[in-house]
């Protein structure tokens, strides 16, 4: 599995936009990108993902670098419900049958 | 629409015994994965189960096994217990097969400790 690589650990204020790196420089062109995360005393869960073009949905925004070798995670108003575990991976674009490989992932603190 | 469910959420157990964890997707998911949560190792894939098949597997010994059911529900077993398996066992389901663009949703989990 091609390996991602975040901070361990970022801080935000609330309602200030947060921007979470990932470099992911092995990627494969079948490789989707997703992004999880994990509240406190609860299972992950799916934020967001992409292939090639930027990404919006309701929670968070995905900026794709045009190489693909990197990506980040926008969160655009910090809230406190938004303080977790964020982790970036990488899905092989075949039948991946179910596996997701997490890595350590970057611990967001939120400050009211 | 109900989330995944899993029971029990907790449970104490000593070492030899083993234990029965069980996992209920989203209506019409068809695939089961399994995930053990510890601090030290992190989320680690256990199996995926997808129409009763065992299509995917990680790297734990043989003491970790699951089935699925018909109805998609899903059950993961350990045998002989070690102090080392106390862990958070996560259950995810998804429609199919898990395909590149496809999401999983995860249960709560079921807290195991180990004595």
């Known amino acids: 599995d091609a390996k991602t690589t975040q901070p361990n650990s970022m801080e935000s204020n609330e309602e200030e936009p947060v921007h979470l790196p990932c470099n992911h420089s092995?990627?494969?062109?079948?490789?989707?990108i997703h992004w999880y995360r994990q509240l406190p005393s609860q299972g992950p869960e799916y934020v967001i993902h992409?292939?090639?073009s930027n990404v919006n949905n309701r929670m968070a925004s995905l900026a794709i670098a045009e190489d693909r070798k990197s990506s980040t995670l926008i969160l655009h108003r910090a809230t406190l419900r938004d303080a977790a575990v964020y982790y970036c991976?990488?899905?092989?674009?075949?039948?991946?049958?179910?596996?997701?490989?997490f890595g350590q992932g970057t611990i967001l603190t939120v400050h009211p | 629409k109900a989330g995944v469910t899993q029971t029990p959420r907790y449970l104490i157990k000593t070492r030899g015994q083993q234990v029965t964890l069980s996992c209920s997707p989203i209506?019409?998911?068809?695939?089961v994965s399994w995930y053990q949560q510890t601090p030290g190792q992190g989320l680690q894939f256990l199996f995926e189960y997808f129409s009763e098949t065992q299509r995917n597997k990680g790297n734990f010994p043989g003491r970790f096994s699951g089935r699925q059911f018909s109805n998609s529900r899903s059950e993961m077993n350990v045998s002989t217990l070690e102090l080392g398996d106390s862990a958070l066992y996560l259950c995810?389901?998804?429609?199919?097969?898990?395909?590149?663009?496809?999401?999983?949703?995860f249960g709560p989990g079921t807290r195991l400790l180990v004595l």
């Open positions: 991976i990488l899905k092989f674009g075949g039948t991946s049958y179910g596996k997701l490989t």
């Open positions: 092995t990627i494969s062109g079948t490789d989707y």
């Open positions: 209506s019409g998911h068809r695939s």
């Open positions: 995810a389901s998804s429609r199919t097969s898990g395909r590149g663009q496809e999401t999983q949703y």
């Open positions: 992409g292939l090639t």
